[in-house]
């Protein structure tokens, strides 16, 4: 089983419809990552947490919001879906306890906003 | 604010050559820097990561360095084969090591 999971991995939905993104990790790791990837540019950093009671805004968290349940839970959502937010997601963990601060991602959601 | 460029956006080589990929940052102020290789539909696997006081790191045939003061880093794939053939993206992190922001990516093709 992959360390990183990601649900849905392939989700197709209408504008306006409120998407979840779920992401789970068995590395025991306490920072974990959302990014998206749009075609033909880089990953752009959605939202990440350090712990459980800490969330922080990346480059592009318009429209988006998250929830981190537990250390190894991590959600994104669409509230209201709209066609630009079609694109590849990527959740990630890394753990502040080694000094290289490596990120381990997941195989991705890809999501199509109709 | 930190800007990653990759230089080319796509290289096709055959089978066996040597080749070099490049990445370079607009803020010399990192904390390391990765190197991640995409396959298609697929998610990232890392590669290497230079640590910030470090000039380069080697894993099997890739070696990658990196020169802060000239904001570069480069890739080295050695004897390349046709399983190379993937995009590569490389990312630095800020100092507080909170934030990797990435280049666009360099998709690589290895002909046999």
């Known amino acids: 089983d992959a360390d990183v999971t990601q649900t849905p991995r392939n989700r197709i939905t209408k504008t306006g419809k409120r998407i979840m993104l779920e992401c789970s990790q068995t590395?025991?790791?306490?920072?974990m990552y959302w990014y998206r990837q749009d075609p033909g540019l880089g990953l752009q950093l959605i939202y990440y947490?350090?712990?459980?009671?800490?969330?922080n805004k990346g480059e592009i968290s318009d429209g988006y919001s998250v929830s981190r349940q537990a250390q190894a839970k991590f959600s994104l959502s669409l509230e209201s879906a709209i066609p630009n937010q079609t694109a590849l997601y990527f959740c990630?963990?890394?753990?502040?306890?080694?000094?290289?601060?490596?990120?381990?991602f997941g195989e991705g959601s890809r999501l199509t906003v109709l | 604010k930190q800007e990653v460029t990759q230089i080319p956006a796509a290289l096709s080589v055959p089978e066996g050559e040597n080749l070099v990929l490049n990445c370079s940052f607009t803020?010399?102020?990192?904390?390391?820097l990765q190197w991640f290789r995409q396959d298609p539909g697929k998610g990232l696997t890392s590669l290497l990561l230079?640590?910030?006081?470090?000039r380069e790191q080697t894993s099997g045939r890739l070696n990658a360095s990196l020169d802060k003061s000239s904001g570069r880093s480069t890739l080295y794939i050695a004897a390349s084969q046709p399983g190379d053939s993937a995009t590569y993206l490389c990312?630095?992190?800020?100092?507080?090591?909170?934030?990797?922001?990435f280049g666009k990516g360099t998709t690589l093709s290895v002909s046999s």
């Open positions: 990630a963990t890394s753990d502040s306890r080694v000094p290289t601060g490596e990120l381990f």
């Open positions: 590395k025991g790791h306490d920072r």
């Open positions: 947490s350090f712990d459980v009671k800490d969330i």
């Open positions: 803020d010399s102020a990192i904390y390391n």
């Open positions: 230079i640590q910030s006081s470090q």
């Open positions: 990312a630095a992190a800020n100092q507080a090591g909170t934030a990797l922001i």
